[in-house]
């Protein structure tokens, strides 16, 4: 029978028992295999197996692995550029999952510990989603969207995570949903979900079976840079594919600086970084503005929006963006008044940078009083 020696966050119990969809306790041991360590992949977070003589790692050796579990642990790890390969594990012959020579570098020594409390809060949901394309999804095409299966999963992580106040609107929970069936119906840069399920109705009885798709994005920080001493705001404007697909004659748009949020990362904290990658600018304060679904009936969009409080010394345009992420951006630094024009053109028509505008209007003569 084969035995497979498990490291790094396969010895976590909980990620363990998605990938395997169980965890047989019964055929697992403490194990160590010696000449090797485990160091965090430079730039990454997930660890990596490196030979070094004199060292020693720690894991878990599963024996009898069946087919089902071996067919589940491929998928989860052959697609990132990992192979098996045969090693002597204190006197038993097992495999273990190698990362490709050269694939990536080590860093520090990796620690399970603060894996577990910096990344398993999202990384349970990544694994849930990488795991449940099984049989649908090859998984190469799975590691090639890693990103932003992380970036959905974080999201997750944070809808749990929030205050969710429930004075006005019902007190009924997504556990009381009866979810029939989801089925990935598209998955690709984004994931579209075909749901089939019924809900309570207000009137006490449950809905029919209702069958919809919903499009799967991960959270987003949105931010306007605002100069109080100068009466400055800051717009950026780029080719958005949403008024190109409706057949906007004109799907360049002016909107709020924003970004996706990354796994791990605080809203506020990615809204500091993409004011930096976008237009190149540090910022003073940052004055939380709402959180909100911009669009609840079709996609799962969910925004952390902000004023930023910047120097904003010279009005007219200029250029931001990463070309890592193929961002062409124009910035324009100009006087809230003519901000107040575009949106009584019609010129501004981005629900998010109108709604901080008028959040603005609102506060700006307190902000410019400091």
């Known amino acids: 029978m084969t035995h497979v020696f498990l490291y790094g966050t396969l010895r976590h119990s909980g990620l363990l028992e998605i ?17 090797f360590h485990v160091a965090r992949a430079k730039g990454h977070e997930f660890p990596l197996i490196v030979e070094r003589a004199g060292t020693a790692c720690e894991g ?7 087919p089902q579990e071996r067919a589940r642990l491929d998928h989860y790890e052959l697609g990132f550029g990992y192979r098996l390969r045969a090693v002597d594990v204190q006197g038993e012959e097992a495999l ?16 399970l510990q603060e894996w577990r409390t910096e990344h398993w809060p999202y990384v349970r949901f990544a694994a849930g989603e990488i795991m449940s394309l099984m049989g649908q999804v090859d998984a190469a095409e799975v590691a090639r969207r890693f990103a932003t299966i992380n970036q959905r999963a974080h999201a997750q992580a944070l809808a749990r995570g929030a205050p969710q106040p429930t004075d006005r609107r019902s007190a009924l929970h997504r556990e009381d949903v009866a979810l029939r069936r989801k089925t990935p119906s598209h998955f ?17 009885t449950d809905s029919a079976d209702i069958e919809r798709e919903v499009f799967l994005t991960g ?3 949105l931010v306007l840079p605002y100069d109080p001493e100068r ?4 717009l950026i404007e780029q080719f958005r594919m949403g008024p190109y697909g409706r057949g906007d004659l004109y799907p360049w748009t002016l909107e709020p600086i924003a970004g996706r949020i990354d796994p791990g990362e605080e809203p506020a904290a990615a809204a500091r970084r993409e004011c ?7 910022l003073d304060e940052l004055l939380p503005v709402a959180n909100y679904y911009p669009s609840p009936g079709e996609v799962s969009s969910f925004f952390h929006t902000f004023v930023a409080l910047a120097d904003l010394p010279e009005t007219g345009q200029g250029h931001g963006g990463l070309e890592s992420e193929n961002e062409d951006i124009r910035t324009h630094v100009l006087s809230f008044c003519d901000s107040e024009a575009l949106m009584r053109s019609g010129e501004i028509n981005v629900g998010p940078l109108l709604h901080l505008l008028l959040w603005l209007k609102a506060e700006r003569q307190e902000l410019r009083r400091r």
């Open 19 to 35: 990938v395997l969809g169980h965890v047989p306790h019964d055929r697992l041991k403490p194990a160590r295999l010696e000449g």
């Open 60 to 66: 878990l050796l599963l024996h009898d692995v069946t």
């Open 96 to 111: 273990v999952y190698f990362p490709d020579e050269g694939l990536w570098e080590p860093a520090e020594p990796w620690s």
């Open 188 to 204: 690709g840069f984004f994931r579209t979900d075909t749901l089939k399920l019924s809900h309570p109705l207000f009137g006490g």
């Open 219 to 221: 959270d987003a920080a």
């Open 231 to 234: 009466d400055r705001v800051l």
């Open 276 to 282: 930096f990658e976008e237009a190149r600018i540090e």
